[in-house]
């Protein structure tokens, strides 16, 4: 069985930058695609980066060039750095683990980008 535990969400100002973790337990961490998305309120969940088991990553325009995604397969954690993060970003922010067609969810944390 596989479980998250996003880490990192708080207030920020805006222009300003936030660190979200997401660990990971299990044995299928460092052979999975990892995704974070974000659902801010009223609004459906939303797709914002992905990183595969090889290290490839990809992003939504939304965010490209102001978030990274990054993985540490022996902490079994994945990253989301926001840079220059705008009111927008407000959302909560979730990973995602994806292994073949199964997609286990973590529970949350909450990104507020307010002055």
């Known amino acids: 069985q596989v479980q998250l535990v996003e880490s990192g969400g708080g207030l920020v100002q805006p222009g300003g930058s936030l660190r979200l973790s997401c660990a990971a337990s299990?044995?299928?961490?460092?052979?999975?695609?990892m995704n974070w998305y974000r659902q801010a309120p009223g609004n459906e969940r939303e797709w914002v980066a992905a990183i595969t088991s090889g290290g490839s990553t990809n992003y939504a325009n939304s965010v490209k060039g102001r978030f990274t995604i990054s993985r540490d397969n022996a902490k079994k954690t994945v990253y989301l750095q926001m840079n220059s993060v705008k009111p927008e970003d407000t959302a909560v922010y979730y990973c995602?683990?994806?292994?073949?067609?199964?997609?286990?969810w973590g529970q949350g944390t909450q990104v507020t980008v307010s002055s």
């Open positions: 299990g044995n299928i961490f460092s052979i999975a695609t």
């Open positions: 995602k683990l994806r292994i073949g067609i199964k997609d286990y």
